[in-house]
């Protein structure tokens, strides 16, 4: 049996009355010395990370979770608000709990929010998401040039780099980790 058998990427655990995600784990041995596990934690509240080592967090308690598919509809000051398609229920998310989705979010989309107890606490935001170009500079050619990009403003607000071919009202996808392009969306 492994250090890490109770652990899974992804899940929440409730630790000193908070709720993490399980972001990363792995186990550490040097010469002579036992394995140390370390934890690699998001907290949900707070978005910080912090890392531990498994024998100091003492017994791990999962806590169930459910996603639920929310439309977004508005930001309101230091507010998003989501709207439950089922049930039409209004959900206000802060700043806090988005963290680095806003970059990503849509008014009119729908989102996948990770709920504890009933209470939303973070957007599962996919690998990549398909956003439309709002603003870059005309088609340029690079005489042959591939690694030449230009600024492009995102429907979510978002800027990244795009390729010369790009235009205004395009689809792209962006990978949600690293906020880089990935390719023209079909």
């Known amino acids: ?46 978005g910080h990370t912090t890392e531990r080592l498994l024998d100091q967090m003492g017994r791990i308690e999962e806590v169930e979770t459910e996603l639920r598919e929310m439309q977004y509809l508005y930001a309101a000051g230091q507010e998003h608000v989501f709207m439950d398609g089922e049930t039409f229920e209004q959900v206000p998310l802060s700043e806090e709990t988005i963290h680095d989705a806003r970059d990503f979010l849509v008014e009119g989309e729908t989102y996948r929010l990770l709920t504890v107890e009933g209470d939303p606490l973070e957007i599962v935001l996919p690998a990549q998401i398909a956003l439309e170009v709002t603003d870059t500079a005309p088609v340029e050619h690079a005489g042959g040039a591939s690694n ?31 906020r880089e392009y990935l390719g023209k969306e079909h």
Request: hydrophobic share 40%; proline share 4%; net charge positive.
């Open 1 to 46: 049996m492994s250090l890490l058998d109770p652990l899974k990427k992804g899940m929440v655990i409730r630790y000193e009355q908070k709720l993490y995600r399980v972001i990363d784990f792995h186990v550490a041995q040097t010469g002579q010395q036992k394995p140390r596990a370390h934890v690699k934690l998001r907290s949900l509240t707070g």
């Open 148 to 178: 030449v990009h230009k600024d492009a403003r995102l429907a979510s607000g978002l800027s990244i780099q795009v390729p010369l071919f790009i235009n205004t009202g395009e689809k792209v996808r962006v990978n949600t980790e690293t």
